[in-house]
């Protein structure tokens, strides 16, 4: 089984960018935990990540071909896109939506996901441990 | 280590009600495998259920006495309790949100949640499998 | 043919509760000519109030097991309860909404209804006669 | 006793126009029974239709001076005539709103009634027997 | 100088029509003196009163080939009709606005006017007497 | 094949009325034009209009006995008639949605059509040339 | 009679500011032509001006000891002032609205009135010939 | 003089839940000390809690047979409940409802309550002391 | 221990302005009674009173130079002064928010309260009562 | 004539994206059918595809060099890029925006189009006969 | 050139006044500061501040006739006042808005100006700095 | 001091787009400008533009590695992009935001801006000095 796990604007920084509320694991770390998770579980990770919205679709329209289902962190692009509902809602594999914060705990604009309605399902608030989950939770609806 | 995991209203139905939305497994058999999946990741798993908002919330209350964390499905008092969320930010354990369904799919009034403010993390839309995501989300923050 | 009728929260003090909105009649004197109006049209009525939501759930939960249908009035839970949207569409008997005064020339906030979508039609504004023809209409639904 | 019941835009079309939602009998059906429902009941029944907001106010000005209540469908004029509603409220005979199908299980628009302040009742959902419990609603209340 | 009075839905039941808001005098009665108050200020005062908004387009349309100017009162139709103000806007003689009640001090669908931006002004609230100073008005706007 | 179009309110003072945004072509000219338009494509062009909400839609509900479709352009209705909206839905012939100016240019009311979602397409802002094309993908759709 | 004509805010820039929407006439011109007015009607007219919220309602309350009613032009104060609408409602002789633009043709913002609903009525768009309609106005309200 | 002090969901926990918002005095505590306030004011003040939205009603609707009046903090039902406004405004006694913490100060939802406009008064933001003063001001409008 | 009393606009009129809302009580009457009242509970109390929403602020500075903390009735500023809130976020003495009438049972605009997030506390509805409440909540703070 | 036909996010995936609302056809053969059409009206047509909200920006303002105008769909841009409309609002060629599906039949958020203000005129509903009107709408506003 | 500085409410407290959001500089030094700084520009410079919204109105209104432009704080009355906007309108010299603090990182209701569409620009967020760069964009908007 | 100008979509149309708002000089011209002018004020200015989100992101994160602070018109992304925002939070270099035109005088929609919130301070309206200021006000906060 094949997995894709793509991270949204900004999450490059992750480890430097205000630690109190994304931890302090970098990107490259926490992208090293999830492949190794996943091969506990019997799948096979891939991790990429991009600033650009019009990347990120390209990415996902992409993963259609390759792999069973995508694990994604929209970041900011979660409530200002439909470009990438669209994509979601396009290709025809599962896709699972986390979020390291609580969003729900912080600005109002930030409670408002365009992406949700379209995906399998939503994880969010547990840290770097969200990733961990939604690869469970993708693998569970793959079965 | 001990878990509760609480129903909110019509729960009680689950396996009768609605199936295409919330699947065919009854509240029972889903309790047990929750018992059982506890067991398994080291936890005493407690399961409740009330259709009543203020039972709910003496339960809540009375957990902080006994247990280390929440699983809590508010259901259809998610998007209309405030005392419930004041229930949950007064206990100082713990609580996760979780919902079988992908509420962001269905109607506009249950996309909001005044419960996920006060809570750790939030998972939905994976069926019963929430729940399993959601003891292993709450193991993972207590510890 | 077995009819439930459920008063909502405060009708247990119609009569007593400003009469010139709901009239002078008692809560048992309504209940007793449903009863005999329900014979007349060959159906048992049986009554019920409760100020309780989460009891008002548990009856209709229950009623599904032993009603053909329900006349209800779900009082100023009409405006803010998604639990008990949720319990009428949770079982598979016809409900009949029905409201003693005109609920639309009244405070703006009485004018929507969660309830209404998930119910077999709206009676409102006939006094205790908004009983008797939701009997009639339940009846005819059934038939 | 005198009633007009007064049909507004498109339910000439009745039988004819989206059965699923709006039944499968014609208006001039429908028209034969309520005369003949409204005999049983001791009341003359006169029918009505037009698809003109402003022939529908014409003749609920003239009903005033000949009937003594009407049964009044608005049709699509239900959300956004005032002129109709100033209407009803100008004449001094009780109105009486029916709508065949569930508004409240329809799109957002239909949930709103300019109409219903100003009437004495509201019945919706029950498909043309809604008219029925109209006039049975009307002769109670001029009773 | 030739001037049209148009009055819009209801206001042929001026005097029988809730006498508290909108006075006793009839409508004959009203035109016979706006006709009497137009010749003293040296103008031809025709008087029509239609309850179709399709009519009123008619007239209005009508009335830039034969008159100097307009005082309307558009009744219900103030607050629901494009079509109308389409009208005066494309009409190229000045129309003013008139209104019996004090349109402010009433339910709040009734502030706002969708005419009102393309007619030369208003005038609300001071009883039958609004179309004496509208007449003035609108003679001193085409002086 | 048979076509209809239908003008709606105001459209009558094409050429007249502020030619700026609806240019200076008659009705009849435009009418004579689209018959001729129609003629080349091989359908049968019929021309009608009127100000009057109630005839509009007796014109739509008689189109479907003798036509193969409509262009129609709703004018002033097109914002606030759910009656209009009713009637298209009612009929099953394709109804295409037509706007000599870009309405989304101008005031923000002009931006919502109630008429659009039963279309089964929508062309706006070619001036006169918006009927051309709308006769055009009318042919189109019923072929 | 006594009547005061109040000018708010900025009127006494009349003349100077933004001639094309409030015209060339100063603020003395204009109370010139007032009191005249108000002569020939057997009215002696009182005019103020202040750019002062407090001083207005200092006047006004002055004003019910001494007038028998008032013209009130709030200017920028009409949209935000709740001070002012209660030192109208607080003195009991009538105050007439009057306002030299059509407000209505303006920003949005100056569409909604906090004054209008306790005023007798309201007068707008005839440049300063509202003031002279509104006197009439008054002297026929206080008759 | 009787005098109810109604506590809502989540004050049982009062010294225990969030005290920089509530304070450090326990539920038993404050009512000791509310006795013997109102003992110095000649009340005799009975103290009650419930988690329950129905709880709540039925001791209300209680209260209005045996007390004077009814001191009531509503809780996280302030906000959300109009079953218990409808419960208040059907008994005759005179409620005043009570706030700790200043809700005007905490989360946009807090500050609009349905309770208010069928109390007697409203007093906030006091600490334990606003029952003091809400005590004070029931025994001052009994008077 | 000083107390500094302000009334804002239209409260001069205490006792002649709508009395069945305000009272009968002047603002002479109610002064006197609040400076005894402030004597038995060993509190100077100085009394002032401005229809100017500048003067007010310019007294609310001043007081923190002379006072222990204000009881302020803000009328018809509540509602829209954000210079007012500011003055007394500026200033570092306790404000009581204080209102005669129940402003929650009033007009929707009267429900919002700028001035609320920045007082210590606030008390409404019990007449001029609501002002020795006010003083006994601010004596209770100051200790 | 020189035609750009540039088509936005997710449009490369045509024929294999949900084809009950798109339609069949791919990309590919929709591009040639295009530059077929546009050939019969003399006009050469070039077609290019982004997912990049800011290389349509690029390829927009690169337009306005070499090409008479450009029929754009702006995919999900439509209804988020302030950027693409400044970018149409800027380069001085006319744009016709045109879309597949009939976007007002489907979500809420679909309804609005930051882009339409600024272009000649829009089409949509007509699946990819769209383009062809829309060719024929732009070299019909460029003669 | 001259150069008016005008300070809104609550500027007078500069330097005592929350010292973490206004910095710790007083008002007399700010403006000795400013006046040293219009020299070196050389602009002479002149300070006023004023509580009042009237009095505000007045200085700009009598600024028009001595000074080349104003640097305007107009604190709390930013997000209120139609009269000051209107004022500044009516005044034909530049008027620049200035903000110590980043209003936009406050509350919400600080994040609408209704002075900013009629003032030449805006600066905001550097603290006392905001003024002299104020003077410098006026100095080169009035050359 | 390093300083980074970041230019966001279609400022690279500057001289050549809308001149009347957005002035006659081009990018290059400007730049030079800006840097000539950054060398008299002792700051090293480089600038960069983009049409991508993506890339502007990109080059934010990066400027954090080599500039001491950034000056930043964001263009039409001002008004939609999280994405942004939470760039600017995530480095800790101050960032100024600037616009050339006063947004404040244009569509509705730009008076929002989701990037103030999370800036150092604003400018706006002053033409390309606008950028001038904000290399001052950025060394300054720097200092």
């Known amino acids: 089984m094949k997995i894709l796990v793509l991270h949204g604007p900004n999450l490059n920084l992750l480890g430097t960018r205000e630690p109190e ?12 935990r999830l492949i190794e998770e996943g091969k506990k579980m019997g799948a096979e990770v891939t991790c990429k990540q991009s600033n650009h919205e019009g990347a990120l679709i390209d990415i996902l329209q992409d993963a259609r071909l390759w792999t069973d289902g995508v694990i994604f962190n929209p970041g900011g692009y979660t409530h200002t896109s439909v470009a990438l509902r669209d994509a979601i809602a396009a290709i025809e ?9 609580n969003v729900y705990a912080r600005e109002e604009f930030r409670h408002k996901s365009l992406i949700s309605p379209v995906c399998a399902g939503k994880i969010s608030g547990f ?15 793959i079965r």
């Open 21 to 32: 509320i994304y931890g302090a694991m970098t990107l490259d770390d926490l992208n090293a």
């Open 93 to 101: 594999i599962p896709v699972v939506e986390v979020h390291i914060s």
């Open 127 to 141: 840290g770097w441990y969200s990733y961990v989950l939604g690869i469970q939770a993708l693998i569970e609806s």
